[in-house]
């Protein structure tokens, strides 16, 4: 017994030496791409930057890089996050006068300790996407002692508004509305929804199937066949629209909380032989503008796609520049542009511009 | 089935206690007799067509052979594991995404436009070279490293769809090969779900080896008493091993089901808690998990009955965030059963109303 629970501690802690080797090595690159990026920029200098900000902006004097500390959810987590991810790193470069270095985790706690780190390495603006929406006070006091400007993109937090500069997000209440008006739009004699729904309580979540609750309340030939959710999840989808197939109940509309989602609840009506699309039996509904979604609508497949912005960092740019300017900044909260797409309209090129 | 079961009660309690597959069995007359007294309907089934125009079955019990498959041949390999390693395998659903990257890259390409680049036999084949090795890693660690199997699969568990997002360069391909979307689902001309039939050919493979080969006394006997099978000629360290790599073989199979079902794969959600089903399907055959005595067709009726009960709560329209909670009482419910404690209060009771009986 003793024995086995020394195996099981030896085990344990080689786990997480194997962990924190793996994160240590992580902090190692980064800070060699910001050492490397920063010799870059002494030689390079090319775009000076305007003049420092008054009170947020720290030290960016003339010729030198604004420092960034981005921290965001790991780019695996979906498509979605990968476009963000990617979008950040093509804006947030030394010819656009930028020194970035990056942060990755899906745990708050993770994400707060590489935010006190970017604070003790007296980066000029700390971004922000968070895990979690609590817990964020102290440590962006911290970050305001240090005259760090603080800009919040993608997802808000639990935090007094004096404690960061802007926030970036989409409005998830406006994309359901936006994708709920349009299937009104259809004329359909009556709706009968299936509804997926993403993880529980989260943004996307709660504002997706806001809209479409209130108007199954409000008006009488909207129903609801089914509403469960699939967790983000295309197996689960599958599942879901399988057991509503298996069960005889008739339905014409499949709204789903994302593309992934849509997609399985596609291959379930596939396998029965139901037809879906424009001008078919049933309607399908996705959001996030995946471009293989997109291409789905292309074909006819799909009737709908409902945008959630990943195209960030222009916005974060912008709002940069202004501080740096010396601009009073006229909005706390900056709602992204967002639209929804139509089967009948969309053409190659939103494709190409929108899909992610 | 019923004869059946009342041969078995005339046996006592406890001589149904001791005969493994009646826990299943037991399991799954309860939910049919539940869904035939509520809703009867859940039994039809329809011959249809599918989008393909290829005559298919579909309904309630179609669902179920179609995906509790995937978790019965996950089953095979796990019911291994627990019985010559005493322990169980969690890092299943990320190597399955491992396996799904594998077959998708093969298949795809770096940056391809969906068609077929090689063989899906080829890529198939790959995949099961990879989840095997995968498989030895564990079995290296558990075999001879001596770490508990469930410490030593954490890794994986943890890194694992990390890999699977790394070997795609975190692309998500889509194979839009016509002939892929077999595996998942339907060969032409065949009504029955292919993930069955994949099934039952990993079982009869399965059941030929243990027949044929001494593989299933060895696993057992290592499982029971690794030193003194050692002592009676076996090498415990290489079967644990095996068993850890068979597992892999598995796990490669069921890749190419999930794979194909789509024809991409999410890294981050495929086969999400899936090892948790599996551990359960075996729990559910009566395996004790502590390792040691086992038996593999208890084992895959088991995984069927997760399905049924998983559809059966969708039927009824049970919140599909609710479902673990049921599991969770069904794992509650075995654990107590097959406590030790438990056990010899039947076993008593069971042997006084015997006496109480032949006194009256």
Known sequence: MKKRTLVTMLAATVAVAGLAGCSSSQTEETAAATEAAAEAGEEAAEEPAEEAGEEAAAPAADGELIRVGIINNDPNESGYRTANDADLKAMFTEENGYDA??????????????????????????LLSAADTSGWDSVLQDAQNAGIGVIL?????????????????????????TAVNWLEEQGLEEYNIIHIQGVMGSAAQQGRTGALDAKVAEADNWNLVTQQTAEWNSEKAQQIVQSVIDSGTEFNVIYAENDDMAKGAVAALDKANISHGVDKDVIIMGFDCNKWALEELLAGNWNYDGQCNPFQ????????????????????TIILDEVGFDARTITAEDVEQYGI | MTEKKRAAASGGMAGLFRNQIFIPIAALLLLAAFNLIVDPSFFKITLGTNSEGYSVLTGNLMTILDYGSEVAILAIGMTLVT????????????????????????????????????????????????????????GVLVAIF??????????????????AAWINNNELPIVTD????????????????????????????????????????????VGINASS????????????????????????????????????????VIAKDIEMDAILAVALGGNALSGGKFNIPASILGAYVIQFLTTTLYKFQVSSDALPAYKAVVVVLLVVISAPAVKEKMAALSKKM???????
């Open chain 2, 354 to 360: 015997k006496t109480q009986k032949e006194v009256g």
């Open chain 2, 83 to 138: 019985a010559a390693s005493g322990g169980q395998d969690i890092s299943v659903g990320a190597t399955v995404a491992i396996a799904g990257s594998v077959i998708l890259r093969i298949l795809v390409g770096l940056g391809g436009d969906g068609t077929l680049q090689a063989p899906i036999i080829v890529a198939f084949l790959a995949a099961c070279v990879v989840s095997m090795l995968f498989g030895a890693f564990n």
């Open chain 2, 146 to 163: 001596k770490i508990q199997p469930m410490v030593a699969t954490l890794i994986l568990y943890t890194a694992g769809r990390s890999i």
């Open chain 1, 101 to 126: 270095s990056f942060a990755y985790s899906l745990k708050n706690d993770e994400q707060i300790t590489a935010a006190q780190k970017f604070i003790q390495d007296e980066v000029d603006y700390l």
């Open chain 2, 178 to 221: 016509k002939t892929f979307t077999y595996f998942g689902g339907f060969i032409p001309g065949l009504p029955v779900p292919t993930p069955f039939f994949l099934a039952v050919v990993c079982v009869v493979i399965t059941m030929l080896v243990l027949k044929f080969t001494n593989l299933g006394l060895y696993t057992q006997a």
């Open chain 1, 153 to 177: 993109f993608d997802r808000t937090i639990d935090a007094s508004e004096d404690l960061y500069l802007a926030s970036i997000v989409s409005d998830m209440e406006k994309e359901g509305e």
């Open chain 2, 229 to 268: 099978s050692r002592l009676n000629g076996l090498n415990p360290t290489f079967i644990k091993w095996l068993s850890f790599v068979i597992l892999g073989l598995c796990v490669a199979v069921v890749g190419l089901i999930k794979t194909s079902r789509l024809s991409t794969i999410n890294y981050s």
């Open chain 1, 313 to 332: 960092a222009s916005y974060i740019d912008e709002v940069i520049k202004k501080v740096e300017a010396g601009e009073e900044l006229t909005e706390k």
